[in-house]
């Protein structure tokens, strides 16, 4: 055990000492605050203000109706210009300069047609805007809603009635109750685990793999398994990997815990407004989540690490490793490719399945477990799988590994690996 | 029990597929012995030392170190082992490297620091204790290597190609701490195809050619045993005028010719006498003379040539 424990040691001192630990370290605190600050800086300094032009070629009171609503909510500026249909070609090339010269950002047209038709003209430098447009296309509808309904008779009140803001607002309803959180703040705790167990679980394995070559291209491989049993360094190694990455993500959820609590502090560090910061709606994480999270990533880390383990041991170079790692690699994506379908239904049947599916599953789980409710038997079901599929490819892996880490040469068929994994 | 042998090998046979490594090998290296498992390239001589170092399992035979059927990894803490294919962490710091590998044969830390510093400083390496491995040359890797090798004072140093690669002056310096480490009583069996180092420094050899034994024993019996009359004959004039009777069969069965020097093993039933009054009618400008032992590479040299042959008609056979 003294053994085992003596590569542990070196395996995570000389990671965490290495740059490449510190960096990504601090990066990972550096990009919860971006994600978080930056839409609230956002939302708070953009938009707002456009000045625009509105050319009404005898549209009646619709013009009034277009301009009030353009108005409302300071989202838009706008200079009125009434001409006649024989003036309407110089009005509107006086438009087109104002906009050439960026006196103003763009024009409306709204004709005597329009109310009928229900067309209108924009034309503008920002037309490529969506957040622009969208805002322009809710305010012609309006206006143009509201005309019609008030010339066939309908009441002003009503009309003025219906008109009162709506809005839906989403919140979580789980077993425990509703809780507080929108559906904005599920959504983006479930991605950013989902994300962070995809990156944690193969950055961590392709460590595995990287540290099992390095031995085998350096040839200290031979003085080490004169010493050790080969299972003895393969669990030192991966032992030692894997405490590097539950180090790495130690430091990641204190500073998310501290970001969640000291919130407010951060916004007005970054001069947020706050009435912009209190839009900002972050997640609550509970201790159950942490501990799942914990779970999936171990299990799910041993998994491919294992699996890394044998890309590393069978081959003798790093190109080699390019390739050969392919099929392991293959195996993982799928777990991220249906991360915006399991977001989009945590709890529909392609999640169920995946949830299942050891490899996947230590994605797929944390982001359902995060999104909705999942039925405690189903959870233990899915550890159970992965823990017996762990044991059965780690089992497989260190029989191939023994043999291959002193092979050098032509890379192993599947053939081969079969009889390393069978020869005693 | 001074008697026991340290290393005792019986009929170990390995195959590799079709090929076959080793084939029945037994042999038995007596404690104290500095060693030297003799064989030309590809003869087994790798396969039969990670066999002792239980890295891989023979397919038949038995291999027993310091009295037990173990393996060489539990006896770890008392073997140094030198593979032929060497390197280091290169991203590590050195004693770091050092102290590290000390650990993984079971070495406490303090006294892995301790050693560490100590052969530092005897091969002139303390300076770079600190510095990663990578910032070193290739020669004083392989002192570092050494080092990780000795550092924990085992009993048995088993040394895979110790002397190939090395310069004239790490040579040295490592044939020096072979020595050292023999008088200080610690058993040494080490492979080699270079005959004339093995010659100067092993007491007991062991030829293998073709994953079989070919001889082994003490060195001056093997030398006796060997028989024939060696003469060494060296000339002033590179020895022209000599060679007709050099290739005299009926006076000098086999020559080691290197043109100014050469080792004669004489035809049955002649004397040096008869073959140094030809060499003086010759009028050749002989500078040496001298009725010597055979060399080990004379051995080697007629025992795996025989032993060729022999694999040579096995395969015509077969």
């Not at chain 2, 042998?5 to 037994?26: W, Y």
């Not at chain 2, 087994?44 to 038949?60: A, H, Q, V």
Request: one cysteine or more.
């Amino acid at each position: 055990m003294d053994k085992v424990w003596a590569v542990v040691r070196r395996e995570f001192i000389e990671r965490v000492r290495s740059k490449w630990f510190l960096i990504s370290t601090v990066l990972g605190p550096v990009f919860m605050i971006v994600v978080t600050v930056l839409p609230a800086v956002l939302a708070g300094s953009g938009g707002g203000g456009r000045h625009i032009g509105l050319l009404d070629e005898g549209s009646g009171t619709l013009a009034d109706r277009l301009v009030t609503q353009l108005e409302t909510g300071n989202q838009f500026r706008v200079d009125r210009l009434s001409a006649s249909e024989s003036g309407a070609a110089a009005a509107m090339t006086e438009l087109t300069e104002r906009v050439q010269t960026k006196a103003i950002d763009g024009f409306l047209v709204v004709t005597g047609a329009t109310l009928e038709s229900g067309k209108l003209e924009y034309r503008g430098q920002n037309v490529s805007s969506i957040r622009d447009m969208a805002l322009l296309q809710a305010a012609a509808r309006q206006a143009v809603m509201m005309e019609r309904l008030t010339q066939r008779g309908v009441d002003p009140g009503v009309v003025q009635e219906s008109q009162a803001h709506i809005s839906v607002s989403t919140l979580r309803i789980s077993k425990r109750g509703t809780t507080g959180e929108t559906g904005e703040a599920t959504f983006f705790l479930a991605y950013i685990i989902g994300f962070v167990m995809y990156m944690a679980i193969f950055l961590y394995s392709v460590n595995v793999m990287r540290s099992v070559l390095e031995e085998k291209q350096t040839r200290i491989i031979e003085v080490l398994v004169s010493s050790l049993r080969p299972f003895q360094l393969l669990l030192g190694k991966v032992i030692g990997v894997g405490g590097v990455g539950l180090l790495q993500m130690g430091v990641w959820g204190v500073a998310a815990a501290a970001l969640i609590r000291y919130r407010l502090a951060v916004f007005a560090a970054f001069k947020v407004p706050a009435q912009a910061a209190a839009a900002i709606q972050l997640p609550a994480i509970a201790g159950g989540m942490v501990a799942l999270v914990l779970a999936y990533f171990l299990l799910g880390y041993l998994l491919y690490s294992a699996m890394f383990a044998v890309v590393g041991a069978i081959v003798s170079s790093d190109s080699e490793a390019q390739q050969a790692q392919m099929p392991v690699v293959m195996l993982l994506i799928p777990g991220i490719l249906v991360f915006p379908a399991v977001l989009n239904d945590p709890s529909g049947p392609l999640s169920h399945v995946m949830g299942l599916v050891p490899f996947w599953s230590p994605i797929i789980m944390p982001i359902r477990f995060a999104a909705s409710d999942v039925p405690p038997a189903e959870l233990a079901a899915s550890l159970a799988i992965l823990a017996a599929t762990v044991v059965g490819v780690v089992w497989v892996a260190a029989r191939i590994y023994r043999v291959g880490i002193l092979m050098y040469g032509k890379r192993p068929g599947i053939a081969e690996l079969v009889r390393w994994a069978r020869q005693s | 029990m001074i008697s026991d042998p340290i290393i005792q090998i019986d009929g170990i046979t390995k195959r590799f597929g079709e090929f076959v490594a080793v084939s029945n090998l037994s042999l038995s290296v007596p404690r104290g012995a500095v060693y030297g498992l003799l064989g030309p390239n590809g003869a087994g001589k790798t396969t039969t030392i990670r066999m002792l170092m239980d890295i891989i399992l023979p397919d038949e035979g038995t291999v027993r170190l310091f009295g037990d059927a173990r393996g060489g990894r539990e006896h770890s803490a008392e073997i140094g082992y030198l593979p032929e294919e060497r390197g280091l962490y290169p991203k590590m710091r050195v004693k770091e490297v050092l102290v590290f590998l000390a650990l993984t044969k079971g070495v406490k830390r303090d006294v892995a620091q301790r050693k560490a510093d100590e052969w530092l400083e005897r091969l002139e390496l303390s300076a770079w204790g600190a510095k990663r491995v990578q910032d070193l040359s290739k020669g004083m890797q392989q002192k570092v290597q050494f080092i990780a090798t000795m550092l924990h004072e085992p009993a048995l140093l088993i040394l895979d190609e110790p002397f190939s690669g090395l310069d004239p002056i790490n040579t040295q310096t490592i044939k020096d701490v072979i020595v050292h480490l023999s008088r200080a009583g610690a058993t040494i069996i080490f492979s080699t195809h270079q005959m004339d180092v093995a010659e100067r420094i092993c007491d007991h050899v062991c030829i293998i050619a073709h994953g079989r034994k070919v001889l082994d024993g003490g060195l001056a019996e093997v030398k006796r045993v060997h028989g024939g009359t060696h003469v060494a004959v060296a000339f002033d004039d590179g020895g022209d005028a000599a060679m007709p009777i050099i290739g005299d069969r009926a006076l000098v069965a086999k020559a080691d010719d290197y043109g100014g020097y050469a080792e004669l093993a004489l035809a049955d039933g002649v004397e040096p006498q008869q073959l140094l009054e030809r060499l003086v009618g010759s009028g050749a400008r002989l500078r040496r003379f001298e009725h010597i032992e055979p060399s080990l590479n004379r051995i080697f040299l007629d025992k795996v040539g025989a032993a060729d042959a022999e694999s040579a008609r096995g395969v015509a056979r077969g």
